[in-house]
């Protein structure tokens, strides 16, 4: 098991590492992988981790609803579409190719899947955003503010990034989101931690500052 005191030496590394910016600077994280024959699909992520310390700029959220479930959304979502507004982008891909690409996340009322398929699955599915089925009894408001603390991990390839946190974050926080991170992913390797060649940590603009596995179990 990956040892969180490890992480934390590198986070408190890597923030002093770091040079001082006009912007917030954002923790990232790169793990490298080993002994996968990716020729083989042997990796094929594609994993939501809700974080237990989320970033200031969360993940963006569409929901695709009628009725009593599009009015509740309209509080937490940062967008709302009609479920007739996807048939109108069924001859235009520019604004279907706009809203698949501007969110994170998608829920669509269940009755409007097949429709949401046709439309935007063309342009989501390649990214991995095709939508969470709803219903009128999903407790929606609860299930937007979930899912804007989360993200994705997904690819193909022996080197998997993704954004941990801000640098206003306490290097605790930083750790925990992390921890669970790793332990996400290793738990979807063919072989576990056996699969894992090691770690980056770094700021936006900052020097990464290498961690090896060895150095980390």
């Known amino acids: 098991m990956v040892k969180s005191q490890t992480i934390l030496e ?20 790169v793990i490298n992988l080993k002994d996968i024959d990716v020729k083989k699909n042997q990796i094929n992520l594609n994993e939501t981790v809700f974080l237990p310390n989320p970033p200031q700029n969360k993940s963006k959220v569409c929901v695709i609803a009628s009725g009593d479930l599009n009015l509740r959304a309209k509080t937490d979502a940062d967008k709302v579409l009609e479920t007739d507004k996807i048939d109108e982008m069924s001859g235009d891909k520019r604004s279907a ?21 046709k439309v935007l699955g063309k342009f989501l599915g390649p990214k991995g955003r095709m939508p969470l ?3 009128i009894d999903t407790p929606i408001e ?21 954004k941990l946190g ?40 900052s020097p990464p500052i290498t961690l090896s596995a060895q150095e980390a179990i």
Request: charged share 25%; glycine share 2%; hydrophobic share 35%.
């Open 10 to 29: 590198t986070v408190k590394q890597a923030r002093s590492a770091s040079t001082k910016r006009q912007f917030k600077q954002s923790f990232e994280l």
């Open 97 to 117: 190719r706009k809203i698949a690409y501007s969110y994170d996340f998608f829920l669509a009322e269940t009755t409007a899947m097949p429709k949401v398929g």
């Open 133 to 135: 089925p709803i219903t």
């Open 142 to 162: 609860n299930m937007i503010n979930k899912y804007k603390t989360a993200i994705r991990i997904r690819g193909r390839t022996l080197s998997l990034s993704t």
């Open 166 to 205: 801000d640098e206003d974050m306490t290097d605790e926080q930083i750790v925990e989101n992390a921890m669970l991170i790793i332990n996400t992913i290793t738990s979807k390797l063919p072989n576990s931690e056996k699969n894992l060649k090691g770690f980056i940590i770094k700021l936006s603009m």
